[in-house]
């Protein structure tokens, strides 16, 4: 096989070894959509590192992921909830929050409101503007 293949396979082991701690932090529920029951996958949050890093990962469902792949299709009344889940103190949470939040703000005026009026560190606002969703 190539080395290629092989980084590939190496990676993704170190992928899956990050799954009882994932799974145990997000406690079986979608740690965006907030949806329990339901299969979730490990996601790795863009810009992706080198060596996959709990830090930049989340459980995520598959609607969720799809709504990464397909941002258009967002409604954002559908997204109310991440008005409470933009105070949460898991930094890389927070900012997928806010890509999605920035995302629906540029329809939905109580999406940019919610992130004015969020305390939150210029470094999670510059790392949402630098990988943008959609």
Not at 6 to 33: F, H, P, V
Not at 61 to 86: N, Q, T, Y
């Amino acid at each position: 096989m190539g080395r290629g293949y092989e980084e590939n396979q190496a990676r993704l082991l170190a992928l899956s070894l990050l799954g009882k701690d994932l799974a145990r932090r997000a406690k079986s529920t979608c740690e965006l959509s907030l949806n329990s029951g339901v299969p979730l996958r490990i996601y790795e949050v863009p810009p992706v590192s080198k060596t996959p890093e709990l830090d930049r990962c989340l459980m995520l469902s598959d609607e969720v992921i799809e709504a990464f792949e397909k941002p258009s299709l967002l409604k954002a009344d559908e997204w109310r909830h991440l008005g409470e889940l933009i105070w949460t103190e898991l930094p890389i949470q927070q900012l997928m929050v806010v890509r999605f939040l920035q995302y629906l703000g540029k329809t939905t005026p109580w999406c940019q409101q919610t992130i004015e009026e969020a305390y939150l560190d210029d470094e999670v606002i510059a790392a949402a503007e630098a990988v943008p969703l959609g």
